[in-house]
């Protein structure tokens, strides 16, 4: 088994085409001495694109497992799914009131932060249930095919963002409602009174070139840095094109 190397996924495809080297080598066979190097478009390295985290990369850079390493990985991946099933379709909120969601779509664990004009996903790469608070680690590394709105403006505002198919199934309708017609923090306060927020928990942004599943204990990394307002502000920066261009 094949799995892209920033995460883990076995769900990737070829990006270069073996047609265009084929023409590539015949239109070489019509040019001065190309007949000596019309067969360099096949020496190419091909490339692949992951359909999970977005990474785009040489196929030698494909980790190839075999099958002790694939049934180590499908266990690691099912040991962080067991530790996330008790906060499934949870709200929980970190010690500043940002309200996330905990869902399962797509075959990934993704963690809906609530943003004033957006909601956006994270990929959930670890859970510690065992500090005080608990824990999530995230990653920002995924494809527009993961976001939950959409917008057909470049300005940010809620008038020009609507929720698509994909955050249909995993919002309630009383939250996508309650989520248009107030503002964050009136959002968060709505949760609150409704007694929808499961815990308190810590939010942790892994570095995306760092393998979170396959190495470190207990399916993460340890490096990674906390979710400050400097780092929530630089992960809002570089998914903000992701986020309104579905």
């Given at each position: ?6 995460c883990?996924?076995?769900s ?10 084929v ?9 001065p ?18 359909n ?9 850079e ?5 099958w002790?390493?694939?049934?180590e ?28 969601k ?83 923090e ?32 207990n ?28």
């Amino acid at each position: 088994m094949k799995i892209c190397p920033q995460c883990t996924s076995d769900s990737h495809e070829r990006t270069s085409s073996t047609g265009l080297r084929v023409v590539g080598c015949i239109v070489l066979l019509f040019i001065p001495y190309g007949f000596f190097i019309c067969w360099v478009p096949f020496v190419l390295p091909h490339k692949f694109l992951c359909n999970v985290c977005g990474y785009h990369g040489k196929e030698e850079e494909l980790l190839n497992l075999d099958w002790r390493e694939s049934e180590e990985l499908k266990g690691q991946h099912r040991e962080l799914h067991e530790k996330l099933q008790p906060v499934k379709d949870m709200w929980v909120q970190d010690t500043k009131q940002n309200s996330y969601k905990v869902i399962h779509g797509k075959g990934q664990y993704l963690l809906l932060k609530v943003l004033e004009n957006n909601i956006v996903p994270y990929r959930i790469v670890g859970y510690d249930k065992d500090t005080d608070p608990k824990r999530i680690m995230i990653k920002d590394n995924l494809v527009e095919n993961f976001n939950v709105t959409s917008s057909i403006s470049k300005i940010i505002d809620k008038s020009n963002v609507q929720v698509n198919d994909f955050g249909k199934t995993i919002l309630l309708d009383e939250e996508v409602t309650k989520f248009f017609s107030c503002n964050v923090e009136e959002f968060s306060q709505w949760l609150n009174e409704q007694a929808k927020v499961a815990l308190l928990i810590d939010i942790e942004v892994l570095p995306n070139t760092e393998r979170t599943i396959i190495e470190g204990k207990n399916g993460y990394s340890n490096k990674s840095t906390l979710f400050t307002n400097e780092n929530e502000e630089e992960a809002s920066d570089s998914k903000k094109y992701n986020d309104f261009h579905v």
